[in-house]
């Protein structure tokens, strides 16, 4: 059974930082493409940063250049930085594997004050 752990979000000033982390049991995340996922209140959930197995990244643009995914494979978790936070970054952050194939974790949220 594939179980997907979001801790690490909160509540920060724009401009500030966070890092999320996403704790994975039941598949290894080295092998597998990982997703960061996010959805605003009244709006539908986003893929906001991919990582391959090979290690390419790839992110939307509305986040380039301030969030980065990276993964432990050894502690089998999956991160996101965020920089340079803004009030439209705030969400619920959720992560998953194979775009989105297993059940949805709890998911963290996010909220960024102006």
């Known amino acids: 059974q594939v179980q997907l752990v979001e801790p690490g979000g909160g509540l920060v000033q724009a401009g500030g930082f966070l890092r999320l982390s996403c704790a994975v049991s039941?598949?290894?995340?080295?092998?597998?493409?990982m997703d960061w996922y996010r959805q605003a209140p009244g709006k539908q959930r986003e893929l906001v940063a991919r990582?391959?197995?090979?290690?390419?990244?790839i992110y939307a643009d509305s986040v380039k250049g301030r969030f980065t995914i990276s993964r432990d494979d050894a502690k089998n978790t999956v991160y996101l930085q965020m920089n340079s936070l803004k009030p439209e970054d705030t969400a619920d952050y959720y992560c998953?594997?194979?775009?989105?194939?297993?059940?949805w974790g709890q998911g963290t949220e996010v909220t960024v004050s102006s």
């Open positions: 998953n594997a194979r775009g989105g194939w297993y059940p």
């Open positions: 039941g598949i290894s995340i080295s092998t597998n493409l």
């Open positions: 990582i391959t197995s090979g290690g390419n990244t």
